[in-house]
């Protein structure tokens, strides 16, 4: 699980991968699903994973599509009672 809001250094490197890494199909379906939507949710799969150096990152990223898992936009309200 990924949230881009976290730590500085895990943030980049996710949103990295998706620019990167995601297939232009993954990207037309993602962008097809949340539109123009400012928030939404994902869920990306990673196949396999590699070495580099000291560190291990994924090889490949894609946009999972099952119905439960595609992306959705997200309806996000601040200010309001906790």
Known sequence: MVIFAGLHG???QAVEHILYTLGAL????????IGNERYFQSIFKIPE???VR???????LVCDRADKCSPKA????FGGPP
């Open 26 to 33: 993954d990207l037309a379906f993602l962008a097809g699903r």
């Open 54 to 60: 000291n560190t291990t990152g994924p090889a490949g």
């Open 49 to 51: 994973l590699e070495r």
């Open 74 to 77: 997200l309806s996000v309200k």
């Open 10 to 12: 895990p943030a980049i």
